[in-house]
């Protein structure tokens, strides 16, 4: 496995318990859903997945030794897993210029030749080379979707993580976005952990699907069998709910 979790349990001070014994296992150049309602713990795993937090039992596992905890170490996790964030408005800053948003990471993890990859990684997503010399501001949510995804992929990492990554999208740049994700996923084989409550992101993007319900992991396995033949009444449930049109 190169990311894992073994029976994480996390809770914030004097509060209740958010994650309770969760467990699962990511391999590599495979792609794996977290998904559930809110308040399932999605985004709290993810956040543990990262190593912005840690657990409070359990353990998170990358490569099978637990996450670093010192600078140099945490760097170089940093260069092997990154991030797409839910907003592409929010997670952008809006004063800088589009080659010193790509090039954040290059520079958080000690590369020094910024423009090459920056240019490579704006191409990979489909943006024009002028795009590097703009501000946020003078790209669609779509394509500021495109920006965040460059950011992620420009130290060329073995995992991305990706929370709700087409949530704040319209129908269909949301489609767009997807077939992005699946073909960096193709022709980089990268390794994808995507939360998300749109089960058809899910179905077109991941191979396995883990389902969270109050902190606790209820069903997990294949997507097609997952969504196809849910075992469990929350599964059930969650598919239920998907609108459809008459």
Request: hydrophobic residues 45%; aromatic residues 4%; charged residues 25%.
């Amino acid at each position: 496995m190169i990311l894992e979790a073994r029976d994480v349990g996390f809770r914030y001070p004097s509060g209740a318990p958010v994650l309770d014994g969760v467990s699962f296992g990511v391999t590599p150049g495979r792609s794996v859903a977290l998904v559930g309602e809110s308040a399932a713990g999605k985004t709290t795993l993810l956040r543990l997945l990262l190593g912005l937090r840690r657990p409070t039992s359990g353990a998170v596992l990358f490569q099978g030794a637990p996450l670093p905890t010192g600078h140099r170490a945490a760097r170089e996790f940093r260069r092997h897993v990154q991030t797409v964030f839910q907003d592409p408005y929010s997670s952008l800053d809006p004063r800088q210029k589009v080659s010193r948003i790509v090039a954040e990471p290059l520079r958080a993890v000690g590369f020094t030749d910024h423009e090459p990859r920056v240019s490579a990684a704006l191409d990979a997503v489909g943006l024009p080379v002028d795009a590097a010399d703009r501000y946020p501001h003078e790209f669609s949510g779509g394509q500021r979707q495109r920006i965040a995804i460059a950011r992620a992929i420009a130290v060329e990492p073995t995992v991305l993580l990706a929370d709700e990554p087409v949530s704040a999208l319209d129908v269909t740049t949301k489609v767009r976005i997807i077939d992005l994700l699946a073909e960096l996923r193709a022709t980089r084989g990268l390794t994808l952990v995507l939360v998300s409550h749109d089960l058809a992101a899910v179905a077109s993007l991941c191979d396995e699907t883990v389902v969270l319900e109050r902190g606790r992991v209820v069903e997990q396995g294949p997507t097609g069998a997952v969504l196809g033949s849910p075992r469990d009444a929350y599964t059930r449930k969650l598919i239920a709910s998907i609108p459809r049109l008459p």
